[in-house]
């Protein structure tokens, strides 16, 4: 039978602030337990909370990127539940009145752009972290309070890929804006799924299933694309799928079970007392709406339009926005985009990927490629010749010095070359003779030995058509 | 002695504070009215920091909800028994600052919900004016401290009217500025709606310096007022020639004390001699008998999350067990008693998905029409007024009351008002019912506290009832 | 359907919030729900139609907001200073059941 398939994705994203949510304390990671906290993360008797500025800037940014509306009239609600990682016992977040609502993703897909339409983008603080032992639990109050943004798609996806290009160009867009880390590894992005399947064109909406934390884009796709078949065999048998809370299992690249739904939980949702509604400058919001860093889309498009790249070459390349950034600062000196891609695409990255390094790690220079793209453009040392000095400029080193010691140069003086042409005629009266006779083969080897005598500093492009026209000549 | 007294002599702020410490101890036995003693030492020692200071050399009582780093605060409550604060409260900043010093933590009702003083873990407190009466409460503590002229001033905290019924009771000056004058930081709370910090003396003058101290913006705060401290001594001159004020019928009319009456009408007639204008008004009758419903249940269903944090994890009295679930469970029903947990229970039925429309909402929905009635009230009046209670502190065993009545709803409960709308209001003794204090309230226009002590005065100026004594 | 208010109901309703009730604390609470349950009569009454729930006491927004400076942080072991179980630096509990 054919279905329908319904996904609904929602992240939850810290945003990298100095500082908490709701308090002065630091917001930073990898610090010793309990010592990134004061009282109020600790949710000691009589604290209350006052709102992180920079975070209200992110969620604005984040909101505007997604092409939603901002609420300028800020409000906090309480999510009233136990457990021991939640301190203050509530939640304070945004439950009734999302600082960004009504926005879209457009994704691209084997069909074509499809948009996704984002629901709400709402501030809210993350709890503590708990590390389970055997016998006891163990929790650092360092992530309590940290400012996370929680963003809302409505159903509009429909497969495992779809989910991956919509959570990947999410990522993408929180990145270029600067906003979070979004390592799903690490947990600084998280994700759930909420899907369902119903019989193709039915109005009827299947059971829902809730995959929980999925910590990266392949095991969002993987899960889902799991689900799905899931899904599928049990209502092809006839069986009925549960609400319910599931995980994906990284060994067994399956989905199980974690808890069965026992009704909605209550969590007593109402206006957040401490926290009065605030109402933001509406100067301030615009100045950050009219200043958001470029986004990934709009950088491609400049790329196509500027340096006339191709789509694929300017996907590749922003899609890495520290690749990106780097071809950028190569362009500022190379005087071609896109042969300064096409180094950045796959002679640098792939020198990345051999090495197991990334750009930060490396001593490479934007200037040194750059200019090693024009010694190139300038015919000043061959494209093979590059190569060999490329190995060193990855080193920190300056194409022009390691040139000149290795003692390249390019001939591209037609009478140079031509003299050294007429040597190797002279030398190969045969090869002229196949010419005539139509073996085109023999161009290629007459071009070898006028490159061997110039000890590979011959223009190839140049000899090539000046010793085709002295072949017709002769 | 009033503060104004003794600001006039700070040579001998050391002897006072030592005096204030041994009648502290010695009212012990009787008021129990003490949860934890603070040793002056160290503050005597740096008491020429704060030379000049409006409070200078005062000796304070703070009610035990108000955070004192390394001081034990225990709100009263059992759960909260071993808490040694980390941190200060703001206010706790500015008294030091100004050079008070702070000898006892008072005791209260539980986690300060409650208008008796009989609920806390350290028993009941008494009346210095009769030891078989109530002190009134959440305040009790501070309210029977400075009435036994132990301290001339005492922290309270008033979310119904915490401060200014004991007040009443105690024949003490209570009073509750505007919300959001004095920052709540580090005031362990009730429900933030409604919870106001404010202050017990015994004078009108008094209140007005201590409210200069106390007030003022906290960034830690987001609900604290940015609006500019008075100096508030220098408004209270008792002139009340052509100020009009608004005597609450419906308050007067559920009253039988013949006493609280005639005390009342007394000043009511003091005020006409001195030139002042007024009126009998009534407010909604309907609206005022809603007044204790929409406020227990707002009250309550803001309480049972404030103190979802009592869980004995991080702070305070954990009971052992053998899961974390357990741990939380076996804390909080030993830590709280019965009637803490009994008002949790009604405050999360109110917020209930099913409920919170009808109950909670609906509570909010009426405190905005109340809010609305009173603000029409205060339009045409610089003031209302009317007796702070029906009558005299009760027995400590007194189980009299009909929760149902007239004067329960309306009588006992008006004060209620000022909480709802976060207007200052202040009690200010009037006289005696059957040989207990009895104090008129006094309320006023928001973010006004100067024209609200400056008629206060005016009532302390008609009844003499200055820095009175015990028996007077 | 109503569920009926009884013992048995604020018992399961406490366990929700985290404690217990004995017997006489419940049959209190059924008591006392009574009389509450008259006194919401008197709120029910209030014809609140078109009226917006009042939240906070002034509505008036506010502008505020705390600049991402880091202005207050305590230390370890001011934090862990009131916990009644520390294991190497952190706040200990038994398992928690995820």
């Known amino acids: 039978m054919k279905y329908d398939v319904v996904i609904g994705i929602e992240i939850h994203c810290e945003l990298k602030t100095k500082t908490k949510m709701f308090s002065g304390a630091p917001a930073s990671f990898g610090q010793r337990a309990n010592t990134c906290v004061n009282e109020i993360e600790l949710a000691h008797p009589g604290t209350l909370p006052a709102l992180n500025k920079t975070a209200v800037r992110y969620a604005i940014m984040a909101s505007t990127a997604l092409n939603m509306k901002v609420d300028t009239l800020v409000k906090f609600d309480r999510k009233n539940y136990y457990y021991s990682d939640l301190a203050k016992g509530y939640q304070i977040t945004q439950q009734f009145h999302p600082i960004g609502s009504d926005g879209y993703l457009d994704i691209e897909t084997d069909e074509g752009t499809k948009r996704i339409r984002i629901e709400r983008l709402h501030m809210e603080e993350d709890t503590a972290k708990q590390y389970h032992l055997d016998e006891k639990t163990l929790i650092d109050y360092n992530r309590s309070g940290t400012p996370l943004v929680e963003i809302v798609s409505k159903p509009d996806i429909s497969s495992g890929k779809e989910a991956a290009a919509y959570v990947s160009k999410l990522r993408e867009t929180l990145f270029y804006l600067g906003v979070s880390d979004v390592k799903m590894e690490e947990g600084s992005m998280r994700c759930d799924v909420n899907i369902s399947l119903k019989p193709a064109g039915s109005p009827v909406y299947g ?41 994906f299992d990284e060994a067994t690249q399956t989905t199980v079970s974690m808890r069965k739904k026992e009704g909605a939980v209550d969590y007593k949702y109402f206006p957040e007392p401490n926290i009065f509604p605030i109402q933001l400058d509406l100067d301030w919001v615009k100045s950050i709406q009219d200043n958001l860093p470029e986004l990934p889309d709009q950088r491609r ?14 996907n590749v390349l922003t899609s890495n926005k520290d690749l990106s950034d780097f071809y950028e600062e190569v362009c500022k000196v190379a005087k071609d985009g896109k042969i300064a891609a096409n180094w950045c695409i796959s002679e640098l990255s792939g020198a990345l990927a051999k090495r197991n390094e990334t750009l930060s790690t490396m001593k490479l220079s934007a200037v040194h490629l750059g200019t090693l793209v024009n010694m190139i453009l300038d015919k000043e040392i061959s494209g093979k010749q590059a190569k060999e000095v490329f190995e060193d400029v990855l080193e920190g080193k300056d194409p022009k010095e390691v040139a000149a010691a290795k003692g390249m140069k390019q001939v591209s003086d037609s009478s140079a070359i031509l003299s050294l042409i007429n040597q190797v005629l002279d030398e190969n009266p045969q090869s002229i003779v196949d010419f005539k006779n139509g073996k085109s083969r023999a161009v290629g080897f007459l071009v070898g030995q006028v490159m061997k005598k110039s000890k590979g500093q011959a223009n190839p492009a140049m000899t090539n058509q000046l010793l085709t026209e002295e072949l017709k000549k002769r | 002695m009033t503060i104004l007294e003794m600001l006039k002599d700070t040579a001998h702020a050391e002897e006072r504070i030592l005096e204030a410490v041994q009648k502290a101890h010695e009212s012990q036995k009787d008021l129990n009215a003490i949860v934890t003693f603070i040793d002056p030492a160290e503050q005597i020692a740096h008491l020429n920091e704060h030379k000049g200071g409006l409070l200078e050399g005062v000796p304070v009582a703070l009610k035990d909800n108000v955070n004192t780093k390394g001081i034990k605060t225990t709100a009263s409550s059992r759960i909260l028994e071993n808490y040694i604060p980390v941190f200060d409260a703001t206010i706790v900043k500015k008294m030091r600052e100004a050079g008070a010093v702070f000898i006892a933590k008072a005791s209260m009702d539980e986690l300060a919900m409650g208008g008796t003083n009989t609920t806390s873990v350290t028993g009941p407190v008494r009346n210095p004016h009769n030891l078989e009466c109530m002190a009134g409460g959440s305040s009790g503590g501070s309210a029977a401290l400075v009435a036994a002229g132990v301290v001339p001033m005492a922290i309270g905290s008033d979310t119904g009217d915490s401060i200014r019924k004991p007040a009443s009771f105690c024949g003490v000056v209570g009073f509750k500025p505007t919300y959001g004058r004095i920052s709540r930081y580090g005031i362990i709370p009730y429900s933030s709606s409604l919870d106001h910090v404010g202050v017990f003396t015994r004078s009108v003058k008094d209140a007005a310096v201590s409210l200069e101290v106390l007030a003022g913006r906290d960034d830690h705060d987001m609900t604290s007022s940015s609006l500019p401290v008075e100096h508030y001594l220098d408004a209270v001159k008792g002139d009340v020639a052509g100020k009009k004020i608004a005597v609450l019928k419906n308050v007067i009319d559920a009253i039988d004390d013949e006493a609280t009456l005639h005390c009342f009408n007394d000043v009511i007639e003091g005020l006409k001699a001195k030139g002042a204008i007024v009126d009998v008004v009534e407010m909604n009758e309907d609206l005022l008998k809603a007044l204790l419903p929409a406020y227990y249940l707002i009250a309550n269903c803001e309480a049972t999350a404030n103190h979802s944090n009592l869980d004995g994890i991080r702070f305070g009295n954990r009971v052992d067990a053998e899961t974390s679930e357990e741990i939380m469970i076996k804390t909080r029903t030993e830590g709280f008693g019965p009637l803490i947990r009994k008002r949790f229970v009604i405050g999360s039925y109110g917020l209930f998905w099913e409920n919170q429309e009808k109950l909670f909402r ?51 409960n008006h004060m209620i008002l000022g909480n709802f709308t976060g207007y200052p209001s202040i009690t200010v003794p009037m006289g005696l019912s059957d040989g207990m204090p009895v104090g008129i309230n006094l309320t006023g226009r928001a973010f006004e506290e100067s024209e609200l002590l400056n008629i206060a005065q005016a009532v302390e100026d008609i009844t003499g009832l200055c820095d009175s004594k015990v028996g007077d | 359907m109503e569920e009926i208010k009884d013992q048995a109901y604020f018992k399961a309703l406490a366990r929700k919030l985290m404690f217990e009730l004995t017997d006489e604390e419940a049959d209190d609470i059924v008591q006392e729900f009574k009389t509450l349950c008259v006194q919401l009569q008197l709120l029910e009454a209030i014809d609140t139609t078109g009226v917006e729930p009042m939240v906070y006491p002034f509505e008036t927004p506010t502008v505020y907001l705390r600049e991402d400076e880091e202005n207050h942080t305590i230390s370890q072991e001011e934090a862990l200073s009131n916990a009644s179980k520390v294991v190497q630096g952190h706040f200990s509990v038994p398992r928690v059941v995820k």
């Open chain 2, 362 to 412: 609906q509570a909010q929905r009426v405190r905005r029409l109340i809010v609305e009635e009173v603000s029409r009230v205060l339009k045409d009046y610089d003031v209302y007024v009317a007796p702070a209670a029906p009558g005299g502190a009760p027995k400590l065993d007194d189980t009299s009351r009909d929760e149902l009545s007239d004067k329960y709803l309306v009588a006992d």
């Open chain 1, 207 to 247: 059971t829902r299933v809730e995959i929980k934390n999925l910590n990266s884009i392949s095991n969002v796709q993987k899960a889902i694309d799991e689900e799905i078949k899931r899904h599928s065999s049990v209502y092809d048998a006839g069986g009925s799928i549960e609400q319910e809370t599931r995980r």
């Open chain 1, 301 to 314: 498009a400049r790329y196509m339009k500027d340096y006339g790249l191709g789509s694929y070459d300017a």
